[in-house]
């Protein structure tokens, strides 16, 4: 199955990130953006549970012998996307809730996370942090199975201590 975007990379896409309309991306680009940051490879695309749930079925059934190893889905609204693709596949599924006009992604949450026991969705934040902490979990998970993307992980997270600790006063810099 031909994505519309792949990481710049030698290697096959190890995580799909896939949006149920193209107006989730400006929040679905943040996990992107933490993926390329850690050097995995990765597809995305739009998939929608309820205008296409042909490739719906399609795309989660084959992400494994694809080559993925974790999915990312970003829905708002109704939400069904993380759940529809958990239903299809055994691959660890993470939900991004997108802000939604009407309930401002509380509808997108709770559609996410209030999954029936027996099909699993790691559900992550509203918005710009779930998305960035999806990227940065699926790139955990692809972590267990290839040290430079583990080592990459842990510099990221070194970094972010650095940071912290190099900038310890709270006052704003003269």
């Known amino acids: 199955m031909q994505s519309s975007h792949e990481a710049p990379s030698t290697s096959s896409p190890r995580v799909g990130v896939i949006m149920g309309s193209k107006s989730d991306w400006p929040v679905m680009e943040h996990a992107v953006a933490m993926l390329e940051r850690l050097g995995v490879p990765y ?4 998939v929608s549970a309820h205008r296409t749930p042909d490739l719906l079925f399609d795309y989660a059934k084959s992400a494994a012998e694809r080559g993925l190893s974790v999915i990312i889905a970003g829905a708002g609204g109704a939400a ?14 993470l939900g991004v809730p997108v802000e939604s006009k009407s309930l401002k992604g509380l509808d997108s949450l709770l559609s996410i996370v209030q999954m029936p026991g027996g099909i699993a969705v790691g559900t992550l934040a509203i918005g710009k942090a779930g998305a960035t902490n999806a990227g940065l979990l699926a790139a955990q998970i692809v972590g267990l199975q290839d040290a430079t993307i ?3 992980v842990e510099a990221f997270r070194a970094e972010q201590t650095e940071a912290v600790l190099d900038n310890p006063d709270p006052r704003p810099s003269e």
């Open 150 to 152: 583990r080592q990459a």
């Open 80 to 93: 069904h996307l993380p759940g529809m693709v958990a239903s299809q596949t055994a691959l660890p599924v």
């Open 43 to 46: 597809e995305t695309r739009v």
